[in-house]
């Protein structure tokens, strides 16, 4: 008996966490790589519930792992610029074969569909200024170390 409900509380709590919560699928994904200088190495996260999740490695002006929250307005403002950018219209990657520039790899996913992008150099101006939105969260938000 004491067997068979070890293994039912298993299965209903395991069926419960395999869930996907949709109110907190991510909808933006960032990563910048180093260079050979200074160049910001962090990956950041946002939730469609506004959450964000910052993994700072290196010339980001802290390290570790951050939580934020976006205010229903800013969040607001960052999905338009994705969409009036048309952002699953832009091309899968833009590269060169200059050496030691930073790569930026940045995602969206919106109504089921999701495109991720690989920025190491060339990417129109439109796509640069999305990355600086999503860069310029670094500034904006106010971070809490995750322990």
């Not at 930073?102 to 995602?107: D, E, G, L, V």
């Amino acid at each position: 008996m004491k067997k068979a409900s070890i293994i039912l509380m298993v299965l209903f709590f395991g069926c419960k966490a395999a869930q996907v919560n949709t109110e907190d699928a991510r909808v933006v994904y960032m990563k910048k790589t180093p260079c050979m200088g200074t160049c910001p190495n962090y990956d950041i996260s946002i939730f469609s519930n506004g959450n964000v999740v910052l993994n700072a490695r290196e010339h980001v002006g802290m390290e570790g792992t951050f939580n934020a929250k976006l205010t229903d307005d800013q969040f607001a403002s960052l999905m338009e610029a994705f969409e009036s950018n048309d952002f699953f219209s832009y091309r899968d990657s833009y590269k060169s074969n200059k050496t030691d520039l930073p790569t930026t790899t940045i995602s969206f996913k919106q109504d089921g569909e999701e495109k991720t992008i690989v920025d190491y150099d060339g990417a129109p101006q439109s796509l640069k200024d999305l990355e600086q939105k999503v860069d310029d969260l670094l500034e904006l938000l106010d971070w809490k170390p995750v322990k």
